[in-house]
């Protein structure tokens, strides 16, 4: 056979769609379903010998029963779940030689020689051995710096794709609507607007531009799709009682800042939206997905989320073929998706949805080269910038939430002393979704305030109490400390750290059905009902900060804990998130004042559990507040303090009315250092719709900011363009559009600190 | 002119639609305006004299500006907002000449002579001075007793005729989904089928059967259309995000029975849905009610509602005609309705969407005969049997949460101590939106015991505390008083009682926004975030707990607080919500065992406000728990117990397989009196679908109970009749069907405490 007549879908130059239908008219039934499958758990399918890796059994009768593999996750994930450790798992040292073993077989023992996809959890950094671990995306969010975490998201896709993975799976669509969810720390904050900039940078990071991708830049999912943050009473993939409108304003604005960069695909949610869970919703994935917003990307059901649906649909068959027909192109773990031979067969489901979604599947391995070059690109590899990243990050998510001035920085050498659960466990400021970490890596706040004190300080540490639970039994060594320091570093907060013992899901989450998993607070499947921190750590702060010395505490959380009680008993508190291996280090340079504090809230802090839910874009109802406390946060979405005072002025527009047709204008303000240290300063746009709208607005709503430089007594003019884009609102029929009437643009540094101008919309002329 | 000349309306025999329509064609756009207009505070209209009452000059200008008046809210209501009292309001020996003093004026000084409507509150009776105040509708709700509601309903009504009112506002579609929410004590529980029974008793009550209404019976107005017990943190008039399903599913189902059993009108929402305030939803208002449903009544809107819309219209002109094109009928208040002429000659909304409203307004005159009629009917006069009925549903409202057995009833002669801020309030035990009472009106649960306890006891009384805040003054008596007593009878709970000096909103809410009003933590505008007692109370409890004593507790209140702490001190735990003026002795019945207790949970109870919501038909998700505590009730949904001991067998159906088209079984459960004493068991039914739904199913949903009497030792069978209805859930379109699948029907005494037999539902047959 001549080269000439080698099939089209071969033919490098041929354009996909092309060479996706001739691919397509060549498959058999069973290996269509192969292409939709997704079934096995990648770290069954190797395992260590003494002279390296191979391939398992199980793996090659997976590869067999469908003559291929459309993916397959999780080849090098690492975690107590999967209890893949650094006894047998995939180092960054063998991973490429691992990854293309899997590719070799899969492509040389099947019929057509398609390539399979390796999909990876990447949610803060590719979960796996030697995988760079950063700050958890609330942290992110808490950074409002989009360019950093795009550099980041280029950094982890690299890596990922120097290891052999393709695709990256990475949590950015939830909110946190609700912080007693365990994976609150998975979300960029409560703002469609914010997680929009972040989802975008994400996409373009990991992705790149264009349409076929970089041999050292990989496909992204998007986790999750869609409402996942608004499942009832925080609890983990349980229901939604989301309207389309509150869907859409709120949730499914990251989804389609994502889908407008590019996303290769998006992850179904295991939550009901109206009554079906999202792999079940032809309205969501079809109607919406692609329907309205053009997407021609892969829909990935969540793990097992299949399963799920046999309840509705009766068996395991039409489970399938419900979730096919809405829209799911590639499943995962599931029972459903490796039956759909028998679906079409019993006519559950037609041929041509099964041809659609395989297409999908195809498509994306032609985009990411993988039929022409399917191996790891050797000259690919390069010394990570990843470690600096990630501190980076965790150094700019560093939130200043309350300070009495002088406290900090700590400045002077001094004696310190360090406290807290969370003062020097490394796990415990990682969050959920990582890797055993080899030892060495990273610093704990404690080994960061060792590194970074000035010379002639003595820092002494006592752990003080457990991270959960009541136990007072190291109350006392730590007060003795205490007593005998100039300031106490309390290190408090949560914990998503997953132990050897801590129970699992068939999906990976925690089960925490017999009690709280020892030492967690958070992290999927660990909801918690009340937000205070544990009565220890409360005890814990009181008798410290009864020895008179300064406290200052330190927030190590997956989640905002509600903390009315820490400001009367702190002169500091910070709060640091999960900043990950190197975040102990960037606590220490905030605390010492080698960097500013230039984190700002992603995510309102409340005062109690009882007052949920609380965020800054509520319907603007006048709400009073209960009559037992306020509505309205402890810290607002936004919040953050500095080491110096900023002064805004008032915004000033470029015009005062505006055409809906054509609404450019300018919002200018004025801001200015008024203190004695040089700033970061974030500087909020917020629109506030008064009069004229067609459905009920929001008290205010993020978007736009800037981060701005100023010296000691600099002042700046901020300005930002005031658009279409800045202006829309979703009118009758769910489409954005500029409606007419009065909005105020607001600026300032908090949503709860802005100043206000005033701007009418004017209606389009009637069509003369 | 000849008789045969009278106008077609004035024809008593003609048909009520021909009536409408020639009585329209006779009005002028400003008569028109008028009939639509419901702008003044009844208790305006009026002024005492020394010679009895007098109309003002107020209430004929407001006749006069529209040559007419379509309704009049309030003329007799009296309450701390209106600042009606004994001293200048309208008593029962009043309250006809007033009402036809004002009726006499309306059809004497108009062109057309149409009567006014006159509208009342009556939520839990007539509020108005001598109006016979029933138990809240939480307290109706735990009755499980529609026919009882039903008599009383009817007596309410009649009581309004016979003091010239025509319509009474009565809530019943509101439900308790966040017991934070200060208006819980108006909703008939959490779940729709309670609710609809209890809303179809109180239409068949107070309207009686067909088209027109008998002397002695009155329209109703079901509050409120739709969604309200949904708002966002059960905050008062909030938004909803609900979405279409859930609103379905639960929200609607109280107001299709209504609407099935006539109801004159429906008051739609304060609340928005889907980002419209309920009185601009015309896919509510008309799409749903009228077109899917059928309604031909009236929608009249909520005090001050439209005046809300101006911020979305632009102007209360434009505001008005979003509401009236939404399907609005009748304002309340607002200053937008009564500019309806200028909204029609902008051209902002048709004359026939006005004609569309009058003609329902006008209809409603007929149908209750105000033409032929217009005046009180002194025949239908009649010796009230209200407050004998009152203190039934007193009575079989209260809930037995716990108890240890032996300590009630409280048989024999002793000493009893009775404490708590509850104890000797009458006020406090009346609920929200009930007028001043007459000196000597009404029992506390303290005169109660006084007038139960057998001859002999000695009975001492302290208050203890304060019904809010944290004092601690009075605890010292109330433990010396239960330390030399036998039983301590601790009377607890909450007050949604308006005092002279509390603050109100424009439509009567209390307002709280500089703290709590005093002694009050429930009613409009009270919502609570916390659901704890207050400290003071539970310093209480503590110290009297402390003495030894037995303690039992009596909870007053208008929603379900969390009291988890309660059952470790207390023998036993009553819940009497607001029982209304004889609800002290309607406990003291229980407590002695001169009635049984035999009042069921309407609502659950949960444990913290922080595992908010809480309700037993949550979709099923298997969820385990928030991670420090359950997300279950502490009492479930259905609990009450009696004073014996009662057995429930297997239910047993007559047949295990069933066509969907024809559904129709039995479901049979023996229930068996094992105690001591007789009792008054509700068996109740639910349905919990396993496989083959169409939409996700909720764990459990109550679709029949029956109340049966037992003897000690006595079995009786109870049989279900399981049909369509019974089985039916919403399908894909949001219509009724009984979809295919398996089914288990489970009887039991409370939804946490159920035995179950399965059904399957076949498929229909494929049309041959």
Redesign the interface.
Known sequence: MSAASAPLYRDAGAPVADRVRDLLSRMTLTEKVGQVNQRMYGWDAHERTPEGHRLTDAFRAEVAAFDGMGALYGLQRADPWSGVTFADGITAADAARVADSVQRHVMSSTRLGIPVLLVEEVPHGHQALDGTVLPVNLAVGATWDPDLYEAAAAGAAAELRARGGHVALVSALDLVRDP?W?RAEECFGEDPYLAARFTRALVRGMQGDGAAYAPDRAAVVLKHFAGQG?T??G?????????????H?IHLVAARAGVRAGAAGVMAAYN??????CAASRDLLTGLLRGRWGFTGLVMADGCALDRL?????DPVAAGALALDAGTDLSLWDGCFPRLAEAVERGLVSEDALDTAVARVLTLKFRLGLFERPYVDEAAQQTSQQPELSERLARESVVLLSHDGPTLPLAEPSRIAVIGPNADALPQQLGDYTAPQRPGTGLTVLDGIRAVAPPGTEVAYARGCDLVGGDRGGVAEAVALAAGADTAVLVLGGSSAREADTRFDSNGAA???S???AG??CGEG??????ELPDGQLALLDAVAATGTPVVVVLVQGRPHAVPELSGRARAVLCAWYPGPWGGRAVADVLFGRAEPVGRLPVSVPR??????VFYN??D?G???????P?TALYAFGHGLSYTTVEYGEPRLSRTQAPVGDPALTCTVAVTNTGARAVRETVQLYVRR????????RVRELRGFARIDLDPGELAEVVFVVDADTLAS?DRALEYAVEP?EVLLETGPSSDRTRCARLTLTPAAAPG
Chains 1, 2 share one sequence.
């Open positions: 007693r365990g608004a009832v009473g609890r983990n993939s349980a229901a939604t009682e989301l309207g389309p409108r509150e869907l304003e009901e939206y109206d009554g079906l869970p046999v309840r509705l649909a009766g089960v925490v059905a009690g709280a998993p967690m607070t660990v909801d918690l009902a009340e937000l109690s559990a009882a007052q949920l839910p509520a319907k109802h709400y009073r507040g209960y009559v037992d406390q509505a008064v009069a004229g709208s067609s459905s009920w607005p979703l009437g």
